[in-house]
């Protein structure tokens, strides 16, 4: 019997020893941060804007939603939202799929606007009693407009947006500085800066590219810096920890990419005859994928081929373009093409405001996202739990209908990606949310 | 006329992998299973007929025996980092099982021949519809059945040999959700479902060195279990169907070669000690892949990587006959993973196992042989990732399996 029970000392000594296998589980810390009062701060993406509109259940799905749900583990309070009362969209619908018989009499699978129950009544109403909100941000909101008094007012007179209207208490007068600060944060995200370019982008180029004030201007430098430089310093002399998110190159979502430059699609006699109308120009077109003529006032005639990394635009109506000869005998307008230099000029501006955010931040040690590269991973997928979330317009799972917003998984992910850059910077231990826990896109 | 690419429907490709981990089962025969499951240097009883077919000569005579074991392992999820998340694998018993029959076929004669049908191979886990790796899989269930006639030649009184045809049929069913939601929100769905044959072999020489010393050897040759027409079948939203198609597929789990060395000493009258090194060849798994016979831009051929490792596992036990009629035995094994830290799926958990087990044979009436045993399996907690689908996790399986056996000699 001594050899069983050597056998037995054995066995037991080999199972203590396997037990040490580096295994790091860790209960959630909050390190150097205080969740109690977390304010978000932001334009149409930290609303939880989707599918073309913004409705109550992506609000409540928004990444600042998300974020308050998990510092919930480690302190975080109640993170109180203007809530809009339906999921219809307000003012206008959102997006859903469904299929339809385009121009071509053939069934696609097309986003239109939902026309189920309207459930919009009493969005106008002025909810500033329920307040003061810890997420505080505006559809709309462009960086250089954060410091402006009447604010609200000036959106909803002249742009048609009362998101901040409805829960301003004061929207005659008021900056959305002051409304912010009517919460004090112990935490704050900070992702500003997308309709400081995204307004330009929208209007096809249009309006100045070189800086101006308008909505369809790229805002002026000075302006940014001296704005977000302001909002940075009132916060931080707070005495609050924070992040701040960069801006995303938006040329790389699907607003802008869902439709190639080459997706002019001709037969031989189609070719044929396209060619035919560009005689004086020596424009070919040959059987298969073309390249969309395009209106250019520099090219001769007037029009020219797109060229590989100029961007359409989603808004470009899809009849027109496969019934009505948009993009052959019609060059495509201006307003629905980004050209090259046109592109130059958002990306030469989104580095130069992202430079201006990663100063702020270095300035006074607060966490930095950045966000432009984390969304060009998207480009070639993020795999999350086995599920390959990537920049494909509706099919990709990370963007909404709109091609600009993110679905709640989207929003997710980014969500996430602000917790690793919170734990890293301030050595906190915070669960990541479960992205597919949320909704992606629905199919009919 | 023309048309625009802007709404083509090119789906995130749907992986639809199956598994294979350790999905290898020692439960053969009880009296080894209650020693370690060593046993392939000694000629204990007709189930040798799998663990060393050169024994199969060496029994006295001809016996039948049957065993079954009641198997519910406890399979533990724990999201990397702060566990927030737990998910406990829905439990779900399995009985696997083995007859023999077979001996020498006069009494003291040199030829051995017998039939064995045993259950080398299964796996089954149910982590629920909703749990969050429900896209890399929901519910798997492997099973096997391998039948293995055998003869067996004693050349002289030391050595003896032995060889086994092996013929393996066995069913395949895998349930996973598909990442598209329809406007309710549901997941697809998939499940595939599939018989699997396959052929293979089981040799084996028993050495008796000394009237105390004895060696074993034996070889089981890997079986590749081909699905050919298994049945794909998926639930979607309806304007995804065409994308869906039933179809059918084929697919292939290759079980490892298995080479085992071993030898068994007499201690005293009543005590046997032996032990076993089994080397197996998991080199073989080095991917998952599932064809479909009908492809569409959502749903392709798959292919996933698992890059099995080959093994090589320790057995040890005893063997105490308290009376002529009653023995007690235990024994111990230590089988390391054939699977890597960035390859270990939720559909195959594994991890380096330890497992003690102990059992009581005893003989109420003349030629019948009762046996009942316990094993206990344990894994370290293991901290793992499935690179393909990005899943990280902490996991640990535990595993208690009673079992009894009969068995008559004529």
Known sequence: ?444 | MRKTGSLALAFMSVSLLASGGSYQLNLQGLRQVAMGGSGVAWPWDVSAIFYNPGALSRLDGLQVYANAFAVSPRVRYEEALTGVYTAEAHPKRSVPFAVYAGGTVKKGGKLGVGLGVYTPFGSSINWGDDWRGRYIVQSIALSSIFVQPTVSYRVNDIISVGAGFVYGSGTVEIHKAIPLQDMDGNDGRSVLKGRAHGVGFNVGAQVKATGKLQFGASYRSGVRMKVKDGNASFDVASSLVTSFPNTSFSTELPLPGILTIGAGYRVTKKLVVQGDVVFAGWHTYDSLRFEFKENTTALRNTSEPRNYSNTIALRLGAHYNITPALAVMAGGAYDPSPVSDDLLAPDAVDADRLSLSCGVSYIPVRNVSVIAALNYTATPQREAFYAPANFHGVYQIKSLVPALAVSYKF
């Open chain 1, 1 to 444: 019997m001594k050899q069983l029970y050597i056998l037995a000392v054995a066995l037991v000594a080999g199972l203590s020893a396997c037990k040490k296998s580096g295994v790091d589980i860790v209960d959630p810390e909050r390190g150097d941060v205080d969740f109690t009062t977390y304010v978000a701060i932001g334009n149409s993406l930290t609303a939880g804007y989707a599918d073309g509109s913004l409705y109550r259940s992506a609000q409540l799905t928004s990444y600042p939603a998300i974020l308050a749900q998990q510092f919930r583990q480690v302190g975080g309070g109640d993170f109180n939202i203007p809530l809009l009362p339906g999921n219809a969209g307000w003012p206008s619908p959102k997006r859903v799929l469904a299929v339809r018989n385009g121009c071509d009499g053939e069934g696609a699978l097309s986003p239109v606007f939902f026309s189920g129950v309207q459930d919009t009544a009493g969005s106008m109403a002025n909810i500033s009693g329920q307040g003061p909100f810890n997420n505080v941000a505006v559809p709309g909101m462009r960086c250089v407009d954060y410091m402006m008094p009447g604010y609200a007012e000036i959106a909803r007179l002249f742009a048609g947006v009362g998101y901040a209207h409805r829960f301003y208490d004061h929207p005659l007068t008021q900056s959305p500085l002051d409304v912010t600060l009517k919460r004090t944060p112990t935490f704050f995200t900070v992702w500003l800066g997308g309709n400081d370019v995204l307004g330009y982008a929208l209007s096809g180029g249009e309006g100045n590219g070189a800086g101006g004030v308008l909505p369809s201007d790229i805002s002026l430098l000075g302006n940014f810096t001296s704005v977000y430089d302001l909002l940075i310093d009132t916060l931080a002399a707070i005495g609050a920890k924070g992040v701040l998110l960069n801006i995303p190159d938006i040329t790389t979502i699907p607003y802008f990419t869902a439709i190639p430059a080459n997706g002019l699609i001709l037969d031989e006699t189609e070719a044929e005859t396209l060619s035919n109308v560009y005689t004086a120009t020596g424009i070919r077109f040959a059987a298969g994928a073309n390249y969309f003529m395009i209106q250019d006032v520099t090219a001769p005639g007037g029009a020219r081929q797109i060229r590989d990394g100029e961007l359409l635009l989603l808004s470009i109506p899809q009849d027109s373009l496969k019934c009505a000869g948009w993009g052959g005998r019609k060059p495509i307008p201006r307003s629905y093409v980004l050209d090259a230099a046109e592109i130059g000029n958002i990306q030469t501006a989104t580095i130069a405001f992202n430079q201006v955010i990663q100063n702020a931040a270095q300035k006074h040690g607060l966490a930095y996202m950045d966000a432009d590269a984390y969304m060009k991973t998207l480009q070639s997928g993020i795999v999350y739990n086995g599920v390959t979330y990537t920049t494909t317009f509706v099919t990709g799972g990370a963007f909404s209908l709109d091609g600009i917003h993110l679905t709640p998984r989207g929003y997710a992910l980014v969500a996430n990606e602000i917790i690793r850059t919170i734990n890293a910077r301030y050595g906190s231990t915070i669960s990541l949310a479960d992205v597919n826990r949320y909704d992606g896109v629905h199919f009919p």
